[in-house]
T-cell receptor, first 114, second 113 residues
């Protein structure tokens, strides 16, 4: 079975600074990878996804992530964060070609400090 | 509809009462999922519906939990004899057939007092 590890439960960062949210996955087969964002009192919104092809994936709101198969990682990055990026971020994995039960990480709370 | 709709958005219930949570998926999405989000626990898979196939109920935490999906569209998650540990945000998501990635609803925040 696949699993996802988000190494940081909380990440504080100053406004306009870069940020990296870490995600590692475990699977014996090829996977699809996702990052979701959850703003306070809202549902989850898809930020970006890796299905195949280029390992650098660009998403909404200036975020990007890089799939690294050898390190089984899919870290999320943004070069300059805004206050509005304060939210919880979830990494998720789905076995490619399988049915749709996505496995989520425990989430990372990004706190942008003015 | 344009998105996944969940109702109610908030529900406060007394311990021991039954509750029903509703999810209206995106029109045409054949797959529907329920997840539970508890404080500090991430997202816990509950149940999955795909078209007319038998649902995957492997994530339901106890026999007090059940779900149905009528006509391949709207789904209802029922919790019987609610307990305080059932307090959580219940999230519904849908996706097109065999297309990776979900669209989530805004969730129902359930508080059992």
């Amino acid at each position: 079975a696949q699993s996802v590890t988000q190494l940081d439960s909380q990440v504080p960062v100053f406004e306009e600074a870069p940020v990296e949210l870490r995600c590692n996955y475990s699977s014996s087969v090829s996977v699809y990878l996702f990052w979701y964002v959850q703003y306070p009192n809202q549902g989850l919104q898809l930020l970006l996804k890796y299905l195949s092809g280029s390992t650098l994936v660009k998403g909404i709101n200036g975020f990007e992530a890089e799939f690294n198969k050898s390190q089984t990682s899919f870290h999320l990055r943004k070069p300059s964060v805004h206050i509005s990026d304060t939210a919880e971020y979830f990494c998720a994995v789905l076995i490619s070609g399988g049915y749709q039960k996505v496995t989520f990480g425990i989430g990372t709370k990004l706190q942008v400090i003015p | 509809g344009a998105g996944v709709s969940q109702s109610p958005s908030n529900k406060v219930t007394e311990k021991g009462k039954d509750v029903e949570l509703r999810c209206d998926p995106i029109s045409g999405h054949t797959a529907l999922y329920w997840y539970r989000q508890s404080l500090g626990q991430g997202l816990e898979f509950l149940i999955y519906f795909q078209g007319n196939s038998a649902p995957d109920k492997s994530g339901l935490p106890s026999d007090r939990f059940s779900a149905e999906r009528t006509g391949g569209s709207v789904s209802t998650l029922t919790i019987q004899r609610t307990q305080q540990e059932d307090s959580a945000v219940y999230l519904c998501a849908s996706s097109p057939n065999r297309a990776p990635g979900y669209t989530f609803g805004s969730g129902t925040r359930l508080t059992v007092v």
